[in-house]
């Protein structure tokens, strides 16, 4: 889904890690340990969300059965979202499987897997009159902090203010509430929201960006992507991938 720049300036991120490389694990360590380790948001149904206390969602069935066919243990690690790059780069996880937008900036960064689905972002509001970026002139709008929305909705002319949150729960709660005009975010969270939720009177505006979403892992550590990259085209071909999609999704929503 999601999300640009804002995890503690690429630059400086890329500057540290010059100073103090550390190796990732390999695909045969992560596979000789049993347990790969993966770094998530869980926040953002029905990507990755917790339900019942048990952690759930598209991203997290995708993730499982990669693991499974690796022959290894997943361990999910639910991190606040802009931290997760920098956590990664730090190898507190071997992978992070999140919704990240893949972006020139980040890619500096960390190396991204072949995409894991494509979408785009949308403006969502329980005011009648605010469905496209015109509607929005003069108006509070909510987003996720480090997010792709958030640096995309603070570029529209006009907004009064961009006002920022951890969470993109938080963000749609804002909105709800009447702290914000409008809420953007991923439009398949929009239409989820929508549905659940059909007394707030929410209603889902104009796409205003689209985007390719992918998971990440450090730099260099090319076994593993290749591994990651292999099981997923594997999932696909085989129908898995669509199986696990049109659970969550009613369609496929693969990257054509």
């Not at 956590?87 to 990240?100: N, P």
């Not at 937008?101 to 329980?126: M, Q």
């Amino acid at each position: 889904m999601k999300k640009i720049t804002l995890f503690l300036g690429v630059v400086g991120l890329i500057a540290s890690l010059s100073i103090a490389p550390t190796q990732a694990k390999s695909l045969e360590e992560i596979q000789s340990s049993g347990k790969i380790i993966i770094g998530t948001d869980g926040t953002f149904p029905p990507f990755q969300y917790f339900d019942g206390g048990n952690l759930t969602g598209f991203e997290i069935d995708i993730g499982n059965e990669v693991a499974r066919r690796l022959g290894v243990t997943p361990e999910w690690k639910p991190m606040s979202f802009d931290s997760l790059l920098a956590g990664l780069t730090q190898d507190r996880w071997d992978i992070v499987i999140a919704s990240f937008t893949i972006t020139d900036e980040r890619a500096k960064a960390v190396h991204f897997t072949s995409p894991l689905y494509c979408t785009g972002g949308v403006i969502v509001s329980n005011q009648p009159g605010i469905k496209g970026a015109t509607d929005l002139n003069g108006k509070v709008v909510s987003a996720q902090t480090g997010s792709t929305y958030f640096q995309k909705a603070s570029t529209i002319p006009g907004i009064k203010q961009v006002r920022n949150f951890a969470s993109d729960s938080d963000a749609r709660n804002a909105m709800v509430s009447g702290r914000a005009d409008a809420w953007v975010t991923d439009k398949f969270v929009a239409k989820l929201s929508v549905e659940k939720q059909p007394t707030r009177g929410m209603t889902v505006g104009d796409y205003l960006f689209s985007e390719k979403v992918a998971s990440a892992v450090k730099n260099n550590n090319d076994s593993l992507a290749a591994a990651y990259d292999t099981t997923l085209a594997d999932m696909q071909s085989d129908g898995t991938y669509e199986k696990i999609s049109k659970k969550w999704f009613n369609e496929d929503i693969r990257c054509l």
